[in-house]
């Protein structure tokens, strides 16, 4: 009977240290009122006037239950480049891999696990997502946002991440 309270005990923890924390004494710095909800999944960012798909690449977007359901696909920087090349979502075409400074205008600094506004872009995995901003002094490497804790680094152009895709509004 212990071992079963004990289990049950730490299996709480563990699903309690994956939840989304988020401090009421930051500031937002990406606060639902920066968003305008579009059509067929995607927000306009109304302070830098991007468009935004609300699920990452390989989820799929219900607007009955505002939700991103499945899971993204990883890629490879390259990969990434390569999909958004073309890539035609709510019939609109233009959407881009974003660079640093416009992934990091998503970023909520005020949470953590995920460090992103859940209601505008639900099911965000805590994880890294690619950008086209490449490394300047390391060509193997380009940046990404990990949207865990919302800091940005280098990774690897051949390892596998996450993509979210933008256009100008228009």
Not at 54 to 61: H, K, L, S, V
Not at 66 to 79: I, L
Not at 145 to 165: C, E, H, M
Request: net charge negative.
């Amino acid at each position: 009977m212990m071992k079963l309270v004990l289990a049950a005990i730490l299996s709480f923890m563990q699903f309690s240290a994956f939840a989304e924390v988020c401090l009421s004494t930051i500031d937002e710095t990406a606060p639902e009122e920066q968003f305008n909800v579009a059509t067929g999944g995607t927000v306009i960012d109304s302070t830098t006037k991007l468009m935004w798909m609300r699920c990452a690449i390989g989820q799929t977007w219900h607007v009955q239950d505002n939700y991103c359901y499945g899971d993204p696909t990883p890629m490879t920087w390259q990969q990434a480049l390569q999909i958004a090349h073309g890539y035609e979502f709510s019939d609109r075409s233009g959407w881009r891999l974003p660079n640093l400074k416009e992934l990091s205008t998503i970023v909520e600094r005020q949470c953590v696990r995920s460090s992103i506004n859940s209601t505008m872009f639900p099911n965000t995995p805590s994880d890294d997502f690619w950008t086209s901003t490449p490394s300047m002094v390391d060509l193997e490497r380009s940046w990404v946002i990990a949207f865990f804790n919302g800091s940005n680094s280098l990774k690897q152009k051949t390892l596998f991440t996450y993509v979210r895709l933008v256009r100008n509004a228009d």
